[in-house]
């Protein structure tokens, strides 16, 4: 069964930095665009960050400069670093998988900012 495990949620003054994992299971990794979402304010999530197979990451404006997106195919794990944290940052983060159209989700980790 195809899963996504994020972990590393918390509570994070602004200013400061965090890391996200989110760990896959029952998918052939390697072959799946990874990305970062949080939910926002709209009906729909907003991307975060995303990283292709080849590896290429691609930000948002939101979070570029200050965001760093990172896979390791032999561990079936992708990674979110952000810094320069602000309250704004503040959401549930998602991470995603896809590959041929398909998507799968992770069940999301809350991220809290406070001054």
């Known amino acids: 069964q195809a899963q996504l495990v994020e972990s590393g949620g918390g509570l994070v003054q602004a200013g400061g930095s965090l890391r996200l994992s989110c760990k896959a299971s029952g998918i052939v990794f390697a072959f799946n665009t990874m990305s970062w979402y949080r939910q926002g304010s709209g009906p729909q999530r907003e991307l975060v960050a995303t990283?292709?197979?080849?590896?290429?990451?691609d930000y948002a404006d939101s979070v570029k400069g200050r965001a760093t997106i990172s896979r390791d195919n032999a561990r079936s794990t992708v990674e979110l670093r952000m810094n320069s944290l602000k309250p704004e940052d503040t959401d549930v983060y998602y991470c995603?998988?896809?590959?041929?159209?398909?998507?799968?989700w992770g069940q999301g980790t809350q991220i809290t900012v406070v001054p």
């Open positions: 990283i292709s197979t080849d590896g290429i990451a």
């Open positions: 995603s998988a896809l590959r041929s159209g398909h998507s799968i």
